[in-house]
């Protein structure tokens, strides 16, 4: 079956540690996209890329950072220093950002800080 | 810059009809999305609008305005399994979707 796998579902982080959201998809879209949802909110972009080895800022992309080594995989590292980490993060992808295909989502981790 | 406005709740009895109204600021207007979301998991497709005018799909239609920036979700002979989030989002040429905060609808019996 072709999907989005994310992983962990739940992770948990200790003051000043890194830790890594892995993103995984077999559809072979060009794009994938990373959203932080916090309780009661809408989704808010933190970083996308349109293609391997290239990638954008979101909104919110301060004490973030990723990669885009594969076409199949767009892991996210919450930094140290992001001081709110703890909220629902969602990773996503579409055939390719130019035509505004619909987004398919991942199932969620949930970070929370310890 | 962008802004996208929508009710952050609603209520609404089984068997009623709801409309979930959506209102957006931005430039470069590529379309705009809808998509369900249930508590703790991924946001669901539900429609996509580029075109004036009303999209039926079941018991779900979506209507889009550009000359007034707005769209709505109806939402017919609703059910228990409606209650959940639905989600706005706007597409831009050649960028990331932009959501809005969304809206939850609760449904009682």
């Known amino acids: 079956d072709g999907g989005i796998t994310q992983s962990p579902k739940y992770l948990f982080r200790k003051e000043g540690q890194n830790v890594t959201l892995s993103c995984e998809q077999n559809?072979?879209?060009?794009?994938m996209y990373w959203y932080r949802q916090d309780p009661g909110q809408g989704l808010r972009l933190i970083y996308y890329?349109?293609?391997?080895?290239?990638?954008q800022k979101g909104d919110i992309a301060e004490g973030y950072s990723v990669s885009r080594e594969k076409k199949e995989s767009f892991p996210l590292t919450v930094t140290s220093a992001q001081k709110n980490p703890t909220a629902f993060y969602l990773c996503?992808?579409?055939?390719?950002?130019?035509?505004?295909?619909?987004?398919?989502f991942g199932s969620g981790t949930q970070l929370s800080v310890l | 810059g962008q802004n996208i406005d929508q009710p952050t709740e609603m209520t609404a009895t089984e068997g009623a009809i709801v409309q979930i109204n959506c209102t957006y600021q931005t430039s470069g207007f590529n379309g705009l999305f809808w998509y369900q979301q249930h508590a703790g998991e991924a946001p669901t497709f539900l429609s996509y609008?580029?075109?004036?005018g009303l999209e039926e799909k079941g018991r779900f239609s979506s209507f889009l305005s550009r000359s007034k920036g707005y769209s709505y979700l109806l939402l017919k002979e609703l059910q228990m399994k409606d209650s959940a989030s639905y989600l706005c989002a706007v597409a831009q040429a050649g960028t990331a979707l932009i959501f809005g905060k969304g809206t939850t609808l609760s449904v009682s019996s």
């Open positions: 559809l072979n879209h060009d794009a």
């Open positions: 609008n580029v075109l004036d």
């Open positions: 996503a992808s579409s055939s390719n950002i130019a035509t505004n295909e619909k987004l398919f």
């Open positions: 890329s349109q293609i391997v080895n290239d990638f």
